[in-house]
């Protein structure tokens, strides 16, 4: 079945520093590429998403790109902010149903 | 509007006792999810309802574990004859349809066996 690796964390940067977060998946076909962050004491809220290969998914400054070629999907953010600590989530759907989700990556972003 | 709610938020229980974890999705999301987060992991899926019938339950871990959803909206979880292994934050999540729309999650419900 599909499946999701991401890089262990947590995280640790300074504020306006550079941001990347591994991931590489195993899939049948082409499926959909997720991030999901979970902020400290709040559900999981998708964050961006890419539906095909070389496609760039960006919000909130965040963007990841489908790459085909190494099936990778990494996320990176340019500056970093305090208020992005969470945890962040690749994911990916098996079956058109459920989704796959990563063992997940806390980011602690400090003043 | 509102989004996934989901009760209660804690529940702690004795081992061997049952439990139901509710959810109510948002308003005619017809798709349905159940996922179980532990501790440092990402969430497992569980089961999916499209409506009232279950299209997918091969994440229930074995037959302790079932799920309803008899009108299309609403859903219960239900564990009988609870283990410490059972602890866990049990995610909701609904869609419109299905079939990579995304995923509306809950706040979750955290339970623990004593």
């Known amino acids: 079945g599909n499946s999701v690796t991401q890089m262990e964390g947590p995280v640790t940067l300074s504020e306006e520093a550079f941001l990347t977060i591994n991931c590489t998946y195993t899939a049948t076909g082409y499926p959909s590429l997720f991030w999901y962050v979970q902020y400290p004491g709040e559900g999981l809220q998708l964050l961006l998403k890419a539906t095909k290969a070389d496609d760039k998914g960006s919000n909130k400054g965040f963007e990841a790109t489908y790459r085909k070629e190494t099936t990778s999907f990494h996320l990176e953010k340019g500056s970093v902010q305090v208020s992005d600590s969470a945890v962040y989530f690749c994911a990916l759907p098996e079956n058109t149903d459920k989704l796959i989700f990563g063992t997940g990556t806390r980011l602690q972003v400090f003043p | 509007g509102a989004g996934v709610s989901q009760t209660p938020s804690n529940k702690v229980t004795e081992k061997g006792k049952y439990v139901e974890l509710r959810c109510d999705p948002i308003s005619g999301h017809t798709a349905l999810y159940w996922y179980r987060q532990s501790l440092g992991q990402g969430p497992e899926f569980l089961i999916y309802f499209q409506g009232t019938g279950a299209a997918d339950d091969s994440g229930l871990p074995n037959d302790r574990f079932f799920a309803v959803r008899p009108e299309g909206s609403v859903s219960t979880l239900k564990i009988q004859r609870t283990e410490r292994g059972d602890s866990a934050v049990y995610l909701c999540?609904?869609?419109?349809?299905?079939?990579?729309?995304?995923?509306?999650f809950g706040p979750g419900t955290r339970l623990t066996v004593l």
């Open positions: 999540a609904s869609s419109p349809s299905g079939s990579y729309n995304e995923q509306f």
